[in-house]
């Protein structure tokens, strides 16, 4: 998870993990060494592609080309969330309100006893079970091996690796569901050159145990790998493993703060042949960077490589919790992006063909048109559309709205229902709106009827009732981390916002993660993001920001939502 040491954890009881618990040995010479190391190429050892072996006889998910497949021979591309069990076992309803937003995997937490309370092979088996009756794939992971050589509470690889051999009976069998991520995070940022050896010895082992699944391993420097150790010797370590079955996870946080970090890291394993996916990363900003999610997002998306966002809910401070108190009808900003935003889960998820019983070539056949959408609720800035819906022959796995315009279309909303409110939208425009249907299998509909909707021309509606929580989540010296909960308590939707509220100690807003703010001296005024733009009644949108200060750093005391006076909570 994203820190400077990207997960400074404390005890799970009092304090589960936090975006904020930095170490500031990650910034120690990383201006100097970023643009060298993280950028440069994959060392001698890895600029060629994995020499060819001869593949075992697959069995369940397994690697070939440089590919995560299914048994079946099936491209399975992650798309999905991490999700804190070890701190959170009563969270039971979780596995199945991520799958209802349309993941296909989720990376759960575990903890080999090493630094918190051991999860055990029953409970482990009743997550497995409880991964596939909710149809996601399983990535476990032990925690315990966070931020090693720098954190001195963090625990081995050797020691995950027994703590796996101990469930060898429980995951015996679930090759098809269940992928082994040896240790989170397995090195800090003290002499990372030392993460290559344990990893090959951690993999070797559990092959020397007789694990057939494919094996996960983190980058280090607290995985975000900025010194590029894992990119030098990720060759070397895959072929140290007998089956090949391995794939390697960079966790992208505030060093990948720009499209050209992004896109150079990951390319580099493509073009080596060497599997890869983001295990965890991240999108509000801090006072290190902030991360270009949308690039992380787009360039998975074109190369075909997995992504699990960090995390689903109890980060102790929440700026990275998707839904918030682990209540699904309560996304934040970042849960909104991730389920609905481009290229994000609703859009682009497929979900695994085992779970449709399929032993040979994936589904090929398409889903029915659906019917032609109405429009509702149409204001300045937005429009709810519903349609009937399509039907298939497996079954549907979501809806793409695309604008018309001549013989152009654009995306203009994902979702898993027949419903949906485009936002963006400008006041007094006419446009055209029309819908195709997908299933699991990636198989897209023909395309509906349009509906034509022109949206009102005289702005946004004012808030009929509104109250607003501020909080500092974070601070250090000179600067802040703030969050800003916009509640809508009144009866009707609120569709396009313009919220506005004045410092009292000249303090500034640097960046912001779901809206857009204007400053002048000392009052702000923030149009929301295009996923926040809308609040249902009784619901709420979360926008975060960083932003500097002096010592005195007060609460503003009042707010305003397009012109109405709010409560504060």
Sequence with gaps: MRSATNTARKSPQKSPPTALARSTALLKGLAALLGVVLLGTLGPAAAQAAPARAEAAATGLHISDGRLL???????????????????????????????????????VLSDGHRWAKNGPDEVAGIVEDCKANRLICVLEVHDTTGYGEDTAAGTLDHAADYWIGLKDVLAGQEDYVIINIGNEPWGNTDPE????????????????????????????????????????????YDADTTGNLIFSIHMYSVYNTAQAVTDYLNAFVDAGLPLLIGEFGGPADQYGDPDEDTMMAAAEQLGLGYLAWSWSGNTDPILDLAIDFDPSRLSSWGERIFHGANGIAQTSQEATVFDGSTGPEDTEAPT???????????????????????????????????????????????????????????????????????????????????????????????????????????????FQGEITIRNTGTGAINGWNLGFTFADGQTVSNMWGGTPTQSGATVSVAPAGYTAAIAANGSVTVGFTGTSGATNTAPSAFTLSGSTCTTA
């Excluded at 344990?198 to 092959?207: E, I, M, N, Y």
């Excluded at 429009?383 to 001549?406: C, E, H, K, M, Q």
């Excluded at 195709?436 to 946004?460: F, I, K, L």
């Excluded at 808030?463 to 607003?468: A, E, L, M, R, T």
Aim: with cysteine.
């Design 70 to 108: 299914e048994g079946n021979g099936n491209d399975f591309v992650m798309r999905g969330v991490n999700h804190a069990h070890t701190w959170y076992p009563g969270e039971t309803q979780s596995l199945a309100d991520i799958k209802a937003f349309g993941a296909n995997t989720v990376r759960v």
């Design 194 to 237: 030392g993460w290559t050896a344990p990893t090959t010895a951690a993999v070797q082992k559990l092959r020397g145990a007789g694990f057939a699944h494919t094996i996960m391993v983190d980058a280090p420097n607290w995985g975000q790998d900025w010194q590029g150790v894992m990119r030098t010797n990720a060759q070397a370590v």
């Design 369 to 479: 048109a659906p019917g032609t959408p109405t429009a509702s609720a149409v204001t300045a800035t937005s429009a709810t559309l519903t349609w009937p819906a399509a039907t298939d022959n497996v079954a549907i796995s979501g809806y793409d709205v695309v604008r018309v315009s001549g013989g152009t279309e654009t995306t203009a909303a994902s979702t898993t229902t027949n419903s949906v409110t485009v936002t963006g939208l400008g006041a007094g425009t006419a446009y055209a709106f029309a819908v195709y249907a997908r299933d699991a299998a990636g198989n897209r509909s023909a395309r509906s009827a349009t509906v034509s909707v022109t949206t009102d021309g005289n702005g946004p509606t004012p808030g009929v009732g509104c109250s607003v929580a501020y909080r500092v989540t974070g601070a250090w010296p000179g600067g």
